[in-house]
């Protein structure tokens, strides 16, 4: 069983930048694939990013490519979700995800979800 906790949500103007982290229990989380996932008001979840284990392929949505940047830190069991020129559009609860199958990447299924941190973008 994996524990998620997400950090690092607020409100910030337009064209400004958020760090998200998610602190991960157990002792096997570099063997994860790890990613982040929204959820916008009255609309579905959504990905946004995934990194794998071992050496980190990452793999971002159209919409945040070039602006987002996902990354993981093995020693402190916690990955990072960098975002950068914000948009009103990104403003959501921002959720982290763990899938520990180390098959395809990146997964079409997360077994572990955390609570979410809202993110919330002013124009």
């Known amino acids: 069983q994996v524990q998620l906790v997400e950090s690092g949500g607020g409100l910030v103007q337009a064209g400004g930048s958020l760090r998200l982290s998610c602190a991960a229990s157990g002792r096997t989380f570099s063997s994860y694939d790890m990613a982040w996932f929204r959820q916008a008001p009255g609309k579905e979840r959504e990905f946004v990013a995934a990194?794998?284990?071992?050496?980190?392929?990452?793999y971002y949505a159209d919409s945040v490519k070039g602006r987002f940047t996902i990354s993981r830190d093995n020693a402190k069991n916690t990955v990072y979700l960098q975002m950068n020129s914000l948009k009103p559009e990104d403003t959501a609860v921002y959720y982290c995800?763990?899938?520990?199958?180390?098959?395809?990447?990146?997964?079409?299924?997360?077994?572990?979800w955390g609570q979410g941190t809202q993110v919330t973008v002013s124009s």
């Open positions: 990194i794998s284990w071992g050496v980190g392929v990452t």
């Open positions: 995800a763990a899938n520990p199958d180390r098959a395809k990447f990146p997964p079409s299924k997360y077994y572990y």
